[in-house]
């Protein structure tokens, strides 16, 4: 199934070149894909991982004023909770794909499940894009661009070594040598009734 983990790359990176069009967090990105398809929440992920790399950017403006700053530090939590539910919805499509998979007496369990091994991989088509254009910049210098450089050929071989490495764990699931096993979250301090700061405010 490497063909899917490169499937998936190739929407990602298509994600986040779609934002790059007008290159701006409030700006809406539309979802070419129909709605309901793995294709649709898979760009949607990218989506919401451009943004965020582009908001934890402007938050880090040692001009910015204190309160847009926590209103952009708010808003990435908004982000990483939309994040984690998106992955979720990812690997609900992986416990229903391989539900009649029966499990070989020596199944074993992964240390990550596909969903998450996929979000390292959105991100990484994120870091790529970016890397690349600090190879390009022509107001740097040329010892910063050889710098980036070297860094893009080691994020080249990652994404060749993730998208194998998803392709060989969604085999090894479908054939039963591992196990399609999931933690659901469990996020503290999003939860009034969990976060002691929260509910102490009641």
Known sequence: MTEFARHAY?????????????????????????????????????????????????????????????EIKRRIDRSNQERTDMVEQLDSYFLEKFSAVKLLPDATLNTESPAWALDRLSILAVKIFHMEVETLRADASEAHRAKCAAKLAVLL????????????????????????????????????????????NK
């Open 10 to 70: 190739k929407i990602f990176e298509e994600a986040t070149k779609a934002y790059h069009v007008t290159d701006h967090v409030d700006a809406r990105i539309p979802n070419p894909y129909t709605e309901g398809t793995i294709e649709h929440t898979l760009f949607q992920k990218n989506v919401i991982d451009v943004v965020q790399w582009h908001l934890e950017d402007i938050v880090r403006d040692p001009a910015i004023d204190p309160a847009e700053a926590l």
């Open 157 to 200: 071989e990652q994404r060749t070594d993730l998208t194998t490495a998803i392709g060989q764990l969604l085999d090894d699931m479908e054939a039963g040598r591992k196990m399609m096993k999931v933690y659901r979250q469990m996020k503290m301090y999003n939860d009034p009734s969990t976060n002691p700061v929260l509910y102490a």
